[in-house]
């Protein structure tokens, strides 16, 4: 028993640094797929090419996939509804709309086009939470879906008016291939801006995983269970928001990881929190890194690596709802 | 000192300050291993009733003491380990299993990081086994029949090991075969010495097992006593507010509906005024 753990624990955390290490020797240098181990030896270029430009790359592509996974396994058990992605209550909206106000008014530079996303993922939040709180019907749980859809709806109203009003020559494809989104911009930098932020949110989740069990109840057996409801659900909303922005930032809208990579880990480890988190956190990470791989050898250019989430996520999804062991619980 | 397990003085609560009171001024006490059924028509305040002795709700006014001590002065994990609640019913959206599911009891011993370890799952085997459903041990919830649910439910609050167990209609919506199986381990466990607080708005039920009863309507108590004392034809009537009998069949108390429907006209369809 104790062994078997320690075994699958071993495999959680080798595989996405085997597909890591794999991955640092992809690409289209110098020709287009693998590049020999003698390149990296010898070839300044060829060195500086992987540790400058895809190392932090393909680290990045992980916490993208860990964080949203997470993210969105947490959101699903805390809206006590299986369909939630982390996106939602105004955070991916919110991001799209402050990159595209920072491309339009201020620069596209990509640090400050980062900062005005979160920035304006976290108002997007905030607003969600506020307005829920002011709704006088329902449950907590209905209360905030509601408001984070109106705070969506707004959001991408917004959006809609800042691509309107946008340069179609220069920022419209800006703001377009920000939202489609993508990695290609990423350094070092980038990374140690995220990375404190998705340490600390994804630690205090893994630590508190089994709690989310005792969340996804009824508010009342909750407290009957001396489960501290509203504080521990605020907690852990905020750490897998935190995780979203900051990513989101980086990445622009990369859908789709969050609802399905959750579902999958659910499907292999059960629906225990303290086992399919853990699951989430390293598919994610491995969906991540091979979907960036995608996204840097697919073509000669770049493809949006939000496209090729969506579709592989959508794909995956049909398969997993049409197969025989799929049952919906209800 | 006084031997009562729950004491409640006078409490009162509203869900709004300026309408009528969902409880009020309500006292009453509970004694050590007994089962008290608070019976009533749909609305009169059993489940709010129940809330406030879990203290999901804070009275309005009045107070209630948990062995000798007010029940706020208790800490969440405290009150955790000494009073248990099992839902009406649980709408539960993802596929635990039964034995994962009743594991859950255990939080209240677990602190925030803590993750159950091999005798906690050990305890809510033994959960399981006193309710008899050890079989659907690694059963998804969401694929268990009514009784079942119910039954992983009252597990589930056998695992938390408290002194206290409320009930929120636990066999409303069980068939006649599936109630008696939970009326006969909600005796079982008084024997065991949990002190047992069911409410009802089948008064049979409340006749098969009950020691003492708590009579609501309108958020009021009518009466409380025992069976003996306050399970009449009178006062079910004024509680119910039809006019009912109340039988004996086979040694057994069984209430009779003896009110045609549209009987207004002769008056009686109201006797307790609201």
Same mark, same amino acid.
């Given at each position: 028993?104790?062994?078997?753990?320690?075994?699958?624990?071993?495999?959680?955390?080798?595989?996405?640094?085997?597909?890591?290490?794999?991955?640092?020797?992809?690409?289209?240098?110098?020709?287009?797929?693998?590049?020999?181990?003698?390149?990296?030896? %010898?070839?300044?270029?060829?060195?500086?090419?992987?540790?400058?430009?895809?190392?932090?790359?393909?680290?990045?592509?992980?916490?993208?996939?860990?964080?949203?996974?997470?993210?969105?396994?947490?959101?699903?058990?805390?809206?006590?509804?299986?369909?939630?992605?982390?996106?939602?209550?105004?955070?991916?909206?919110?991001?799209?709309?402050?990159?595209?106000?920072?491309?339009?008014?201020?620069?596209?530079?990509?640090?400050?086009?980062?900062?005005?996303?979160?920035?304006?993922?976290?108002?997007?939040?905030?607003?969600?939470?506020?307005?829920?709180?002011?709704?006088?019907?329902?449950?907590?749980?209905?209360?905030?879906?509601?408001?984070?859809?109106?705070?969506?709806?707004?959001?991408?109203?917004? #959006?809609?008016?800042?691509?309107?009003?946008?340069?179609?020559?220069?920022?419209?494809?800006?703001?377009?291939?920000?939202?489609?989104?993508?990695?290609?911009?990423?350094?070092?930098?980038?990374?140690?801006?995220?990375?404190?932020?998705?340490?600390?949110?994804?630690?205090?989740?893994?630590?508190? *995983?089994?709690?989310?069990?005792?969340?996804?109840?009824?508010?009342?057996?909750?407290?009957?269970?001396?489960?501290?409801v509203g504080r521990e659900r605020t907690l852990l909303l905020a750490a897998s928001v935190?995780?979203?922005?900051?990513?989101?930032?980086?990445?622009?809208?990369?859908?789709?990881?969050?609802?399905?990579?959750?579902?999958?880990?659910? *499907?292999?480890?059960?629906?225990?929190?303290?086992?399919?988190?853990?699951?989430?956190?390293?598919?994610?990470?491995?969906?991540?890194?091979?979907?960036?791989?995608?996204?840097?050898?697919?073509?000669?250019?770049?493809?949006?690596?939000?496209?090729?989430?969506?579709?592989?996520?959508?794909?995956?999804?049909?398969?997993?709802?049409?197969?025989?062991?799929?049952?919906?619980?209800? | 000192?006084?031997?009562?397990?729950?004491?409640?003085?006078?409490?009162?609560?509203?869900?709004?300050?300026?309408?009528?009171?969902?409880?009020?001024?309500?006292?009453?006490e509970i004694l050590p291993q007994t089962v008290t059924a608070i019976l009533g028509p749909n609305g009169a305040g059993k489940t709010t009733l129940l %809330?406030?002795?879990?203290?999901?709700?804070?009275?309005?006014?009045?107070?209630? %003491?948990?062995?000798?001590?007010?029940?706020?002065?208790?800490?969440?994990?405290?009150?955790?380990?000494?009073?248990?609640?099992?839902?009406?019913?649980?709408?539960?959206?993802?596929?635990?299993?039964?034995?994962?599911?009743?594991?859950?009891?255990?939080?209240?011993?677990?602190?925030?990081?803590?993750?159950?370890?091999?005798?906690?799952?050990?305890?809510?085997?033994?959960?399981?086994?006193?309710?008899?459903?050890?079989?659907?041990?690694?059963?998804?919830?969401?694929?268990?029949?009514?009784?079942? #649910?119910?039954?992983?439910?009252?597990?589930?609050?056998?695992?938390?090991?408290?002194?206290?167990?409320?009930?929120?209609?636990?066999?409303?919506?069980?068939?006649?075969?599936?109630?008696?199986?939970?009326?006969?381990?909600?005796?079982?466990?008084?024997?065991?010495?949990?002190?047992?607080?069911?409410?009802? %708005?089948?008064?049979?039920?409340?006749?098969?097992?009950?020691?003492?009863?708590?009579?609501? *309507?309108?958020?009021?108590?009518?009466?409380?006593?025992?069976?003996?004392?306050?399970?009449?034809?009178?006062?079910?009537?004024?509680?119910?507010?039809?006019?009912?009998?109340?039988?004996?069949?086979?040694?057994?108390?069984?209430?009779?509906?003896?009110?045609?429907?549209?009987?207004?006209?002769?008056?009686?369809?109201?006797?307790?005024?609201?």
């Amino acid at each position: 028993m104790k062994n078997n753990k320690n075994l699958t624990a071993f495999v959680l955390v080798v595989t996405p640094l085997i597909v890591l290490g794999i991955s640092l020797f992809i690409g289209r240098y110098p020709k287009p797929l693998l590049m020999p181990l003698s390149v990296l030896l %010898h070839d300044q270029l060829g060195q500086n090419l992987v540790y400058n430009l895809r190392l932090p790359r393909l680290i990045t592509s992980a916490l993208l996939g860990m964080s949203l996974a997470t993210a969105g396994g947490v959101m699903q058990m805390l809206f006590r509804n299986p369909l939630v992605e982390p996106g939602f209550l105004g955070v991916t909206q919110g991001a799209g709309f402050g990159a595209a106000l920072s491309i339009l008014f201020l620069t596209t530079a990509p640090l400050v086009v980062e900062l005005s996303a979160a920035g304006f993922a976290i108002i997007g939040l905030l607003l969600s939470y506020f307005i829920a709180r002011r709704i006088r019907f329902g449950g907590w749980v209905l209360r905030l879906v509601l408001s984070g859809i109106a705070v969506s709806a707004i959001f991408s109203a917004g #959006l809609g008016i800042l691509k309107y009003m946008a340069d179609p020559t220069s920022q419209l494809p800006e703001i377009v291939f920000w939202l489609l989104g993508g990695l290609w911009s990423v350094t070092w930098t980038d990374l140690w801006y995220i990375l404190p932020v998705v340490v600390i949110g994804l630690v205090i989740i893994y630590l508190m *995983r089994w709690r989310l069990n005792l969340l996804s109840l009824s508010d009342e057996t909750a407290f009957s269970l001396g489960v501290a409801v509203g504080r521990e659900r605020t907690l852990l909303l905020a750490a897998s928001v935190a995780i979203t922005a900051v990513v989101v930032s980086v990445a622009g809208i990369v859908g789709w990881i969050g609802l399905i990579i959750p579902h999958i880990a659910r *499907r292999i480890a059960g629906a225990n929190a303290a086992s399919f988190i853990p699951v989430s956190m390293s598919l994610g990470a491995v969906f991540g890194i091979i979907c960036d791989d995608l996204a840097r050898v697919l073509t000669t250019g770049e493809v949006p690596l939000g496209i090729i989430t969506s579709l592989i996520g959508a794909v995956i999804f049909l398969i997993m709802m049409t197969s025989r062991s799929m049952r919906i619980a209800r | 000192m006084n031997p009562a397990v729950i004491q409640v003085n006078d409490l009162s609560f509203s869900y709004n300050p300026a309408g009528n009171a969902a409880v009020h001024q309500v006292s009453f006490e509970i004694l050590p291993q007994t089962v008290t059924a608070i019976l009533g028509p749909n609305g009169a305040g059993k489940t709010t009733l129940l %809330h406030l002795l879990l203290r999901l709700k804070t009275p309005l006014t009045g107070s209630i %003491h948990l062995q000798g001590r007010p029940l706020n002065h208790y800490s969440r994990h405290e009150l955790s380990q000494n009073i248990g609640l099992v839902p009406q019913t649980e709408y539960i959206p993802f596929e635990y299993t039964a034995l994962e599911y009743v594991t859950l009891g255990r939080a209240p011993y677990l602190g925030p990081l803590e993750i159950p370890a091999e005798k906690d799952t050990e305890i809510a085997r033994q959960s399981l086994k006193e309710v008899g459903v050890s079989h659907l041990e690694n059963r998804p919830i969401p694929a268990l029949s009514g009784g079942e #649910l119910q039954l992983v439910l009252l597990a589930r609050s056998l695992c938390q090991q408290p002194r206290v167990l409320l009930l929120d209609e636990p066999t409303s919506h069980l068939d006649l075969a599936n109630r008696n199986i939970t009326l006969q381990i909600m005796d079982r466990l008084r024997r065991a010495g949990t002190t047992l607080v069911f409410s009802t %708005h089948d008064p049979e039920a409340a006749a098969l097992i009950a020691d003492k009863l708590v009579l609501m *309507r309108a958020g009021q108590v009518l009466e409380t006593g025992s069976l003996e004392e306050v399970f009449t034809t009178e006062t079910l009537s004024r509680t119910y507010g039809t006019r009912v009998e109340v039988l004996q069949v086979d040694g057994l108390r069984v209430v009779k509906s003896i009110e045609r429907l549209g009987g207004e006209q002769n008056g009686q369809n109201n006797p307790a005024e609201r």
